[in-house]
């Protein structure tokens, strides 16, 4: 169990409050990506910090409503309180890129923006897709021990769940969550986007990989 040092939180909270005071009178545009948009928004990082830094002093709302209500749009889950009250694995690089962010050289925050981008398509019948004749891409079959987050530099594509993020801001401790922890920065979109509709995707760009988790489901580890 990862102890946090009383210090530690206090001298955190103390710079994550001056980072959120400073955008009191002046508080940036930040959309919400709505059902059957297709959008795209380039966030300055600055503003993704500030997301982390609300969700972390639990100043975004959290849903009554069971997990996964397919009537309801967003997750149960909006902010950090899970994790800091019962993941000690997951808290680690949540604690870690704050702290990288707001105490460490102005550079890390403003030098690169981020992009959410949301979209849909029609889907095709199956018929179709049966029926066509293009070329399938080159296929590599990896043992099941192989993470997704194995492959730098690759577009990761991923099919888990209707709610981006899945499970990342409770107890989910699989594949989607493992990627929301090791690019804590994607957490933001758990706050911004409604659930999917079978015929739409959610995307990212520029969101950095900060960490490393081994291990999988109850085993899992934060290593750095």
Not at 90 to 105: D, S, V, W
Not at 124 to 147: C, G, N, Q, W, Y
Not at 160 to 175: M, P, R, T, W
């Amino acid at each position: 169990m990862f102890a946090i040092p009383e210090g530690r939180l206090i001298e955190l909270y103390s710079h994550i409050a001056g980072y959120v005071l400073k955008y009191e009178q002046s508080p940036p545009y930040i959309p919400l990506f709505r059902q059957k948009d297709n959008l795209l928004h380039s966030f300055p990082k600055e503003d993704v910090v500030l997301l982390m830094c609300l969700m972390a002093i639990m100043l975004t709302p959290s849903q009554e409503l069971e997990r996964y209500d397919s009537k309801k749009n967003f997750p149960r889950e909006f902010n950090f309180s899970w994790i800091f009250s019962f993941d000690s694995e997951k808290l680690q690089p949540i604690l870690n890129y704050l702290e990288k962010m707001l105490k460490g050289p102005k550079e890390n925050i403003e030098k690169s923006r981020l992009e959410i981008i949301r979209a849909n398509s029609q889907a095709l019948p199956i018929e179709a897709i049966l029926e066509s004749a293009a070329p399938l891409m080159p296929v590599r079959v990896f043992s099941d021990k192989t993470s997704i987050e194995s492959f730098p530099e690759s577009v990761k594509v991923d099919f888990a769940n209707k709610f981006i993020g899945g499970g990342s801001l409770d107890h989910g401790n699989v594949q989607e969550e493992i990627m929301f922890l090791c690019h804590p920065e994607m957490f933001v979109s758990m706050i911004l986007c409604e659930r999917m509709l079978d015929n739409e995707v959610i995307a990212f760009r520029g969101f950095q990989k900060y960490y490393l988790m081994r291990g999988f489901g109850d085993q899992l580890a934060y290593e750095a």
